[in-house]
Structures are given as structure tokens and as C-alpha cells.
């Protein structure tokens, strides 16, 4: 796990990552993770992707789990690109895809 510290998306303050937070105490706003990306990039390159599983868990390095035995998965990730050629047209673009996140197990649509 390459988690440095969890931080206030609206405050900036900043959390030890190890320990339980829900929202931020300062404002009551939500915390986002942070990474050392530099250690994660060491293991999670574009060859390495190749021989993973077709899963959001072939994204370990920036995942906040610490040992492989806490990890639960529903069958998320891996969803389509579709192509939209019409919508792509009417805006001027030549190549236009969208994600089709409908199929994730949460069958939710967030913005």
C-alpha cells in the first residue's frame, strides 16, 4: 500500500492514513486518499498490467489495501468503452467513447 495521508477536499488538513476517518473534523468534509505515486510506479507500469487480473485489483499500488487476504471484490471494474460515433459527430469530434459503468455490481451512475 502506497498511502501517505488521507486530506480534506475542501480544507486541505491532513489525516494519518492508518486509522479509521469518516469525514474531515475541521469541516465535516470528505477525505481524499493520498499516494506516493513515485513507489507505486515502480511496480505498476504498462507491462506489468499485461499479465493482471481483469480487475480494479490490478491497480494494488493505488488501492488503500494493505494485505492481499482484506481484499473483497464484486466482479467491479473492466466495464466497456463504447464508441459514439453520432454524439461525436454532432460535437466535431471524430473519435468519442463513453464508459459504461451500468455494469458494475452497484449498477450505479455517479457523475
Not at 2 to 24: D, P
Not at 31 to 52: H, I, M, N
Not at 79 to 87: I, K, Q, S, Y
Amino acid at each position: 500500500m502506497n498511502v501517505t495521508h488521507l486530506e480534506c477536499a475542501a480544507c486541505g488538513r491532513t489525516y494519518e492514513a492508518r486509522r479509521l476517518h469518516n469525514l474531515c473534523a475541521e469541516c465535516g468534509k470528505p477525505l481524499l486518499v493520498r499516494y506516493d505515486l513515485g513507489t507505486a510506479a515502480r511496480t505498476l507500469t504498462r507491462e506489468s498490467l499485461k499479465g493482471r487480473r481483469a480487475d480494479l485489483w490490478r491497480y494494488a499500488e493505488v488501492l488503500p489495501v494493505e494485505r492481499e487476504e482484506n481484499i473483497v471484490s464484486l466482479g467491479e471494474g473492466w466495464t466497456p468503452l463504447l464508441t459514439a460515433g453520432r454524439l461525436g459527430a454532432s460535437l466535431g469530434l471524430r473519435h468519442l467513447y463513453i464508459k459504461d459503468e451500468s455494469q458494475n455490481p452497484t449498477q450505479s451512475f455517479k457523475l
